[in-house]
């Protein structure tokens, strides 16, 4: 079982930016995939980043060149650098872990984050 648990999220005017930071703890698999979902009020939850062990990262197109995914493997903590938001980018924000195979398996609390115009 992992455990994950969020900090950072927050109310920002538009335009403005916040780091999210999610440290898990429990059984970490070695090679493993984190990542942020988020999930705006009447809408799907989606995928915004993701970052594996190796580094490698992806985004999703609404957030590419705003937001930067990035983690401290010795520290099993994930981080979500967002810049420039937008009112459309309020939304509980999930933390997630998984397995390079099976992704996501575990789920964070959520924190909401809120852009206003």
Do not use: H
């Not at 927050?10 to 493993?32: D, K, P």
């Amino acid at each position: 079982q992992v455990q994950l648990v969020e900090s950072g999220g927050g109310l920002v005017q538009a335009g403005g930016s916040l780091r999210l930071s999610c440290s898990a703890s429990g059984r970490i698999f070695s090679y493993n995939r984190m990542g942020w979902y988020r999930q705006a009020p009447g809408k799907q939850r989606e995928v915004v980043a993701s970052i594996w062990s190796s580094g490698s990262t992806n985004y999703a197109d609404s957030v590419k060149g705003r937001f930067t995914i990035s983690r401290e493997n010795a520290k099993n903590t994930v981080f979500l650098q967002m810049n420039s938001l937008k009112p459309e980018d309020t939304a509980v924000y999930y933390c997630t872990d998984g397995s390079y195979s099976s992704f996501p398996q575990y789920w964070g609390q959520g924190t909401q984050v809120t852009a206003s115009s």
